[in-house]
């Protein structure tokens, strides 16, 4: 019980201190979350550039391990530029592109395993022809019924994913740990900071949330009294407050990865 409460407590002092590291330069963190996202979410889902989905998974970890290393900076008050930074990274640049094609495979791999369950429901919505009018609330209730364990089977197989990668990147390019290796102590560490982990992760977002539901309630007063304004405002804000919990999470991932492996 002892150890529960104490890891609990470290989860809810990397938040705390996630936040403060990225109070120390917001539109530093602001502009290296919009190069996250506009890069890794909203390029590859332009069906004409969707060969950029396959390019992004390998330079993934190569873009992490550039990011955690300006936070670690930021939080060593270490002064460098962005070209002396991937310069550093360049030794292990093979290494991290390695580790974005075990990524890639390991994709390949669930969606072989959820192959049938996809082709299932791409059937179901054919069948009811939910692609040629609005879903009946039957058809919708028919239609979640069947989508609910392909989440819960998808959110199982990213777990082991997610150990693997939460740590890696920096391990490989601070550490000089192997790709093998590092993906072994990614998820060794994950393992036993669980708590921790799971701790922060469920503060973060629903600080998030809490922070959009209140934003979208205020929206939603400006948008009964002026529709246009009220639409735009919503949509930039949360837009913002996205780029707001991907800078604070790159800076909890920096924050317990230099915990966790102090000692390394």
Same mark, same amino acid.
């Given at each position: 019980?002892?150890?529960?409460?104490?890891?609990?407590?470290? %989860?809810?002092? !990397?938040?705390?201190?996630?936040?403060?590291?990225?109070?120390?330069?917001?539109?530093? !963190?602001?502009?290296?979350?919009?190069?996250?996202?506009?890069?890794?979410?909203?390029?590859?889902?332009?069906?004409?550039?969707?060969?950029?989905?396959?390019?992004?998974?390998?330079? !993934?970890?190569?873009?992490?391990?550039?990011?955690?290393?300006?936070?670690?900076?930021?939080?060593?008050?270490?002064?460098?530029?962005?070209?002396?930074?991937?310069?550093?990274?360049?030794?292990?640049?093979?290494?991290?592109?390695?580790?974005?094609?075990?990524?890639?495979?390991?994709?390949?791999?669930?969606?072989?395993?959820?192959?049938?369950?996809?082709? %299932?429901?791409?059937?179901?919505?054919?069948?009811?022809?939910?692609?040629?009018?609005?879903?009946?609330?039957?058809?919708?209730?028919?239609?979640?019924?069947?989508?609910?364990?392909?989440?819960?089977?998808?959110?199982?197989?990213?777990?082991?994913?997610?150990?693997?990668?939460?740590?890696?990147?920096?391990?490989?390019?601070?550490?000089?740990?192997?790709?093998?290796?590092?993906?072994?102590?990614?998820?060794?560490?994950?393992?036993?900071?669980?708590?921790?982990?799971?701790?922060?992760?469920?503060?973060?977002?629903?600080?998030?949330?809490?922070?959009?539901?209140?934003?979208?309630?205020?929206?939603?007063?400006?948008?009964?009294?002026?529709?246009?304004?009220?639409?735009?405002?919503?949509?930039?804000?949360?837009?913002?407050?996205?780029?707001?919990?991907?800078?604070?999470?790159?800076?909890?991932?920096?924050?317990?990865?230099?915990?966790?492996?102090?000692?390394?």
């Amino acid at each position: 019980m002892a150890i529960l409460e104490s890891r609990t407590k470290t %989860g809810l002092s !990397w938040v705390t201190e996630s936040v403060a590291l990225f109070k120390t330069a917001p539109r530093k !963190w602001l502009l290296l979350s919009l190069a996250y996202v506009g890069f890794f979410i909203m390029l590859p889902s332009i069906p004409a550039l969707q060969i950029l989905s396959f390019i992004s998974v390998l330079l !993934w970890p190569v873009f992490l391990a550039i990011a955690l290393m300006l936070y670690r900076n930021a939080d060593m008050k270490k002064e460098q530029n962005l070209t002396e930074v991937i310069n550093n990274i360049k030794p292990k640049m093979a290494q991290l592109i390695g580790l974005g094609g075990a990524c890639l495979l390991y994709a390949a791999l669930v969606s072989l395993l959820l192959n049938s369950d996809l082709q %299932g429901l791409a059937t179901l919505a054919q069948s009811k022809g939910v692609s040629e009018s609005q879903m009946t609330e039957s058809q919708m209730m028919e239609f979640m019924q069947k989508m609910m364990p392909l989440i819960l089977k998808l959110s199982l197989l990213l777990i082991p994913l997610m150990m693997a990668t939460w740590f890696a990147p920096m391990l490989i390019a601070f550490n000089n740990y192997s790709l093998v290796k590092a993906i072994k102590s990614s998820v060794a560490g994950s393992i036993q900071y669980m708590v921790a982990l799971g701790a922060a992760w469920l503060v973060l977002t629903a600080g998030i949330l809490a922070l959009m539901l209140i934003v979208g309630t205020v929206a939603g007063v400006i948008t009964s009294l002026i529709p246009a304004l009220g639409q735009m405002m919503m949509s930039f804000i949360l837009f913002g407050i996205f780029l707001v919990a991907t800078a604070v999470m790159l800076a909890f991932q920096y924050v317990s990865y230099r915990d966790v492996f102090r000692a390394a």
